[in-house]
């Protein structure tokens, strides 16, 4: 399970030994905050980042040149740094709330005229004089973007926007969805704060770590029942539970097909993206038999259970064993990852 310290949650068997660059956004600076949580978080990975030039076509040049230099496992991006991040084909990137009209944005939010950098840099500029001409230089660099995208790199890049960014997202989800089909959206705003790394961001880097070193993990299925009550409110202990089992295993939430009810569907996915969250994303999984479902375990309440011939390991929720899911969590953690 994930460690944690002082300050942040820590995975530190995830991205070992590998290398991630981090593109930071507009008047941002290597020296980030996003940049030293993802260095704590990912104790065992090498994560590197580097101070932009203002003028966009030479930040393509330095980030191009240090990913031939550093060759990078994963590339995550920013904002400004995901419309960058974008345009790096060839690796594996996720790109958050990126700003793909970059120089419309920089109009509609009064970024014209002096601007002060939110971080320190290394050549000690504080603080620049935005232009029309810097703006202008901006639109011609998006206009880049989506030159090269081909179906490998559909898979290898992930576009998360936050269901409360009026920065960005509103704009550019559409824009993105135009290219790239793994579309996510998730519980946040523009700025990548702990919790958005945490719950959506660190998801989606295990997903790539897992797909670059071939690793399989065991299945667990939770029911929808499992995980909410009979008035649809989320039970005590689920969401926790959920979360610390997806350091160890590829979960997947299990409903019921309807057979009279058009919104049914709908409604879960609904509640599902409310509280569960980026880590279901494409993870839903309706069927009335349970027996053709290929997995380890299947979480499900005591009745469910019973009555369900799913093939392998039933946790019964409400039973002797597992009344609540505080004794799934102790259950899982002795298995240790089996």
């Not at 290398?19 to 065992?44: C, D, N």
């Not at 179906?151 to 992930?158: A, N």
């Not at 569907?265 to 409310?274: K, L, S």
């Not at 309440?301 to 064993?321: Q, R």
Request: charged share 25%; proline share 4%.
């Amino acid at each position: 399970m994930e460690k944690e310290n002082k300050y942040v949650l820590q995975y530190p068997s995830l991205m070992k030994g590998k290398k991630i660059m981090y593109v930071h956004g507009f008047m941002s600076s290597a020296q980030s905050g996003t940049v030293a949580r993802i260095r704590e978080m990912l104790p065992s990975a090498d994560i590197v980042a580097y101070d932009l030039p203002l003028h966009p076509e030479e930040a393509m040049a330095l980030l191009r040149e240090k990913c031939k230099e550093q060759n990078p496992d994963l590339i995550i991006g920013t904002s400004m740094g995901g419309m960058y991040t974008e345009m790096l084909y060839g690796y594996d990137r996720i790109l958050v709330n990126p700003a793909f009209l970059m120089g419309d944005t920089m109009t509609k939010h009064g970024m014209l005229g002096k601007q002060t950098f939110q971080n320190p840099r290394e050549d000690g500029v504080q603080e620049v004089i935005v232009t029309k001409s810097l703006v202008e230089e901006y639109k011609e660099i998006t206009r880049q973007c989506f030159s090269a995208v081909n179906e490998e790199e559909q898979k290898r890049v992930f576009g998360l926007f936050g269901d409360a960014d009026t920065f960005v997202a509103a704009e550019t989800c559409g824009v993105f969805a135009e290219h790239y089909r793994q579309v996510i959206s998730f519980h946040g705003e523009h700025r990548l704060i702990d919790k958005s790394l945490i719950h959506s961001v660190i998801p989606v880097v295990r997903w790539i770590d897992d797909r670059q070193e071939g690793r399989e993990r065991p299945v667990v299925y939770v029911s929808i029942d499992a995980l909410r009550d009979a008035n649809g409110n989320q039970r005590g202990s689920a969401m926790k539970g959920f979360r610390l089992l997806l350091e160890n295993y590829a979960m997947y939430v299990v409903a019921p097909a309807p057979t009279n009810n058009p919104s049914y569907i709908t409604d879960v996915q609904q509640w599902v993206q409310d509280v569960v969250n980026v880590p279901a994303w494409q993870r839903v999984v309706f069927t009335n038999q349970e027996n053709l479902l290929y997995g380890d375990y299947l979480i499900a309440p005591e009745a469910e259970c019973d009555s369900s011939d799913f093939m392998s390991t039933t946790i019964p929720l409400g039973s002797d064993t597992f009344k609540t899911w505080d004794e799934i969590i102790e259950f899982f953690s002795r298995l240790g990852g089996q």
